[in-house]
């Protein structure tokens, strides 16, 4: 009984770090263009399958999967900054506008890796192996790597904004292009490297998950943007505070439902506590938090 406890709970854990990082590494991308930018971007999803195409691709013309993945980042980067520079850069402050032309483009995207690709590419098999445990097993690489990945991004973006030139320039063209581009910031630089590091991010994103999510098929966007979404709301504007807070606490409500219930049912729970949240939270976790904090230095 007592080996049997200690093996349902390895496969909790198992499934709460496997939704953990999952959340993490979807949200992130969008997190920085919203959070930062003001920007919705409804073709978080496809940047996503940019990224996933182009580690696919390059894998089975011969790459090593470490090398592919890399190709995936890059193609999904450049892209994103094509888009930045054709589409995005004349909607800032443009909300509704910017997510219509993005829900547009996530069409185009989609259509067009049907008509050249074909409906699916052949699976990249996922690495590192399984580990059993009673009668359960689990994917080192989705329940061990992944997360320890997830972790890193957000530890070195926090470093990114809080520690070097390029995030005080950042936030301050965020907060006030104006005054930023009185003081001598670029903010057109500005703009177009943040969207950079977004579009980078998802492209991550979609290389590391290209070997884990089986079938590569073009219409898979909308499940990367859907969670990725919620996410983003119910965290907030702050990337690393936001995105760290709603990814373990949706994560973990994915986690416990879909391991007693199934995928489906944890994913409803999922989306019913993130309509709580923002019943109770309109400006997210990170806004509450910060909220709280300017109280408390009221009282003071």
């Known amino acids: ?3 049997a406890t200690v093996y349902d709970g390895l496969s909790l854990l198992f499934q709460f770090l496997n939704s953990f990082g999952f959340l993490v590494l979807v949200t992130v991308g969008l997190a920085i263009v919203f959070g930062m930018m003001g920007v919705i971007n409804l073709a978080h999803g496809e940047f996503i399958l940019v990224g996933i195409y182009g580690t696919a691709l390059a894998y089975h013309a011969g790459a090593p999967l470490p090398l592919a993945m890399v190709a995936g980042v890059v193609v999904t980067t450049v892209f994103g900054i094509v888009v930045e520079r054709l ?3 004349h909607l800032y402050d443009r909300l509704l506008d910017s997510m219509v032309a993005t829900w547009g483009l996530s069409l185009v995207v989609a259509q067009l890796l049907l008509i050249v690709f074909g409906s699916s590419l052949d699976s990249i098999s ?3 192996g399984n580990v059993a445990y009673g ?3 689990s994917s080192v690489y989705r329940s061990v790597f992944l997360p320890a990945a997830a972790l890193v991004v957000l530890g070195g973006l926090f470093l990114l904004f809080t520690r070097t030139e390029f ?3 950042a936030r ?3 907060e006030d292009p104006e005054t930023a581009r009185a003081m001598g910031v670029d903010t057109d630089r500005m703009y ?3 969207f950079a590091i977004g579009s980078a991010l998802a492209g991550l994103t979609g290389a590391l998950y290209a070997p884990a999510i089986g079938a590569i098929t073009p219409d898979r966007g909308s499940t990367f943007l859907v969670e990725s979404f919620v996410a983003v709301v119910v965290g907030g504007s702050s990337v690393v505070v936001g995105t760290l807070s709603a990814s373990t606490l949706l ?3 994915n986690a416990v439902f879909s391991w007693q219930l199934g995928t489906f049912v944890g994913l409803m729970a999922m989306l019913l506590v993130a309509i709580v949240l923002l019943r109770l939270l309109p400006n997210g976790i990170s806004g509450y938090v910060e909220d709280w904090r300017e109280r408390r230095r009221a009282d003071q």
């Open 192 to 194: 177009v490297t943040t």
């Open 251 to 253: 994560g973990l409500v």
């Open 135 to 137: 009668p359960y097993t």
């Open 126 to 128: 996922t690495p590192m």
């Open 1 to 3: 009984m007592a080996a």
């Open 172 to 174: 301050a063209t965020i």
């Open 87 to 89: 589409i995005v850069r």
């Open 167 to 169: 995030g005080v320039k």
